[in-house]
């Protein structure tokens, strides 16, 4: 099968790039090798004719991810790129090996870059349709791609919102969102209390799907936080900018909502979104405040730089009262120590449950999507406790951060619910890009929760 991409900003040389799909190594060509991991996924032979470049692979017989698959469509952008090529054909691939290939070299071709004068968020063009599942992926990725480079002037809890209500299909699932209002009469105090520094206003998204009765086999939960200052405990000045993604959790969130409300899938299924602004101002909330929470627990606020995790208490207890769900799993940006234990290519997995947490490991593997497990144990909650209320938000001293914050959120998991929390505030942005992903925005959670729900759900 063929399949033809064209460069979009057109140069005055036309540099031809062709892919073949080799069946059989050839003695007169010299094939070098792609390993990742060291796992070698194919061989290939770039040779040069004319204003043609051609390319020719060998599929190892041991690839089995579509992953594997995927990263030769990575590969091949980045060939392309670097050779400045203006056409480029693939030719002799089977129909579904070449859906992954495209799948891989698509979401490779897009860097946010819509406010740069003359530029577009892709390179390239194509003639291919992808399978309507791929294409819903491809869409939900950039979608959340989009959502996490979106700086905090355009994107805030409003206008979330409003982005949010047009990207899912209303014919399978429901949205509603909740204002300032409609949140105080609820009480989620500890939500409205990191909010209330700002001029822009909260928002709670409720996402559903259309035939939702009670018991709801999962319930997703994403912090979005669309501007993180750390509140009267500021951040330092250095790097503050890239605050404006510590939204990515409930980016993650909408995604899976948009894919899900498009593909359909026979679980049920429901998400919840808190979103606000960390900021500080002669409103904003204090080390020392004490906050009543939704489920009635009392918080000492220690570090106003710790504001995700009391958003997240009140909306995964909110949302577990509404929908009873089976699984909980939550996503947020939530400690710069998780960066600090697993630097930024693997999330780190929270979890009260040995089954849930091997399945979304095994997931992370299957789409690189990695993410590494890490403890709870009560010595780490003890950190938690105070002589004067009932929960601090912080630990004791600097270390095991990112553990401290995951009791505090497992305080607020109803008993007998699976839950799995992930860190991604390593793996949400990378300035230099990484395997499948240009720079920015990685898109991460998304393709590892679809291979999960694939793999738990069926078995």
């Known amino acids: 099968m063929k399949n033809q991409f064209n460069l979009i900003n057109k140069s005055n040389q036309s540099i031809k790039f062709s892919i073949y799909n080799s069946n059989k190594i050839t003695s007169s060509k010299k094939y070098e090798s792609y390993k990742y991991n060291t796992k070698e996924i194919f061989k290939y032979n770039i040779s040069f004719e004319k204003s043609e470049i051609k390319l020719s692979i060998y599929i190892s017989s041991s690839v089995s991810y579509n992953f594997y698959n995927r990263v030769i469509g990575s590969f091949v952008f980045t060939l392309a790129s670097k050779y400045l090529a203006t056409d480029i054909k693939f030719e002799n691939f089977e129909e579904k090996l070449l859906d992954e290939i495209i799948l ?37 990725i950039n979608y959340l791609k989009e959502l996490v480079s979106e700086p905090s002037n355009i994107i805030y809890p409003d206008s979330f919102s409003k982005i949010a209500g047009k990207n899912y299909n209303k014919s399978n699932m429901t949205m509603k969102i909740l204002k300032e209002d409609k949140i105080k009469k609820i009480g989620l105090n500890c939500l409205l209390a990191v909010s209330q520094g700002s001029a822009r206003k909260p928002r709670v998204l409720k996402f559903q799907k259309k035939d939702f009765k009670k018991n709801v086999d999962i319930l997703f939960v994403g912090k979005g936080v669309c501007f993180d200052s750390g509140g009267i405990s500021i951040k330092p000045s250095a790097g503050m900018e890239d605050m404006k993604w510590d939204m990515g959790g409930a980016a993650v969130t909408a995604a899976i909502m948009k894919y899900l409300s498009e593909t359909n899938p026979k679980l049920s299924y429901a998400g919840i979104v808190g979103l606000v602004e960390n900021m500080p101002s002669s409103t904003a909330y204090k080390p020392g405040d004490i906050i009543k929470s939704y489920k ?17 208490a009140d909306i995964i207890t909110y949302g577990c009262e509404i929908y009873n769900p089976k699984i909980v799993i939550d996503f947020a940006t939530l400690t710069g120590a998780i960066m600090v234990a697993l630097g930024q290519h693997y999330a780190g997995l929270f979890s009260n449950d040995d089954k849930l947490a091997l399945k979304l490991c095994d997931a992370g593997i299957n789409t690189n999507e990695k993410v590494w497990r890490m403890p709870l144990h009560d010595d780490f909650n003890k950190e938690l406790n105070s002589s004067f209320v009932d929960l601090k938000n912080i630990g004791v001293g600097r270390y095991g951060g990112s553990v401290t914050a995951a009791q505090f959120l497992q305080r607020f998991i109803p008993p007998k619910t699976k839950w799995a929390h992930l860190d991604i505030a390593g793996t949400t942005w990378k300035n230099s890009g990484d395997l499948m992903n240009s720079k920015g925005a990685t898109g991460f959670g998304l393709t590892l929760i679809i291979d999960f729900i694939d793999k738990y759900f069926k078995n």
Do not use: H, M, P
């Open 104 to 140: 891989g070299f698509r979401q490779k071709d897009f860097i946010f870059s819509k406010y740069k004068k003359n530029s577009k968020n892709i390179k390239y063009k194509s003639n291919f349709n992808l399978t309507k599942k791929n294409s819903s992926l491809l869409k939900s």
């Open 296 to 312: 009635g627990i009392n918080v000492e606020v220690l570090n106003t730089d710790a504001e995700g995790r009391l958003v997240l």
